[in-house]
């Protein structure tokens, strides 16, 4: 059975609502980043010597990381979670680039404690970013009508945005709010929170 190893609210929440999303058969086990460890108590760097989620380990065992790499493999192996249409896979590929090298990326001085003037310049390059985002949906999601794995990925980046008071467009807002709603997406949220609350009770 595959396994996926995620932190809560990071960014691997993507992958787990995408799994949840077409019913797959998996495992998942959180990660504490900064120990390296797992829930079950494992060196999760024995796992990924990378030391950060998302780890997807398929049913052959193969592993894989990166999230591209993994929402790409989702998409492949569930078509309904993908781009339809001409260049459909490249598309897809060039949202989740664009999601991880620029949006995510400009997280970074959020979370690993920047100055001040940083984060302000974070949030200004991220609210520019979200328009340009906004303006190339072609539906209730990215795609049109139907969930892809993309949605997924934004969706994270939109909690982030809203837990770091960052603006994000009406579309968006709409988008997360979609999201929101799916039963996937709450089954997804539910384990995560829970799995954080007891960690945050266990810690000294």
């Not at 997280?107 to 003037?117: Q, R, V, Y």
């Not at 949906?137 to 795609?143: A, E, K, P």
């Amino acid at each position: 059975m595959m396994k996926l190893y995620y932190a809560p609210g990071a960014c691997s929440l993507a992958d787990h609502i995408a799994l949840l999303e077409v019913d797959a058969e998996f495992e998942a086990e959180a990660v504490d980043i900064r120990t390296k460890r797992t829930a079950s108590g494992e060196d999760f760097r024995s796992i990924n010597p990378k030391g950060y989620v998302p780890v997807l380990v398929l049913d052959d065992c193969e592993i894989l990381t990166e999230n591209i790499a993994v929402l790409d493999w989702i998409a492949d192996r569930y078509p309904q979670l993908r781009r339809n249409g001409v260049l459909s896979r490249t598309r897809q590929l060039e949202t989740l680039a664009f999601i991880s090298t620029e949006i995510h990326r400009a997280f970074k001085p959020m979370w690993h404690g920047g100055a001040e003037a940083e984060k302000q310049k974070a949030r200004e390059t991220l609210a520019g970013l979200f328009a340009i985002t906004a303006t190339q949906m072609s539906g209730d999601y990215l795609f049109g009508g139907e969930l892809t794995v993309a949605d997924c990925y934004l969706f994270v980046m939109l909690r982030w945005a809203e837990k770091f008071g960052i603006a994000a467009p009406e579309p968006l807002l709409r988008l997360q709010w979609r999201m929101e709603q799916r039963p996937a997406v709450q089954a997804a949220l539910a384990r995560e929170e829970m799995h954080d609350a007891l960690g945050r009770s266990a810690s000294p």
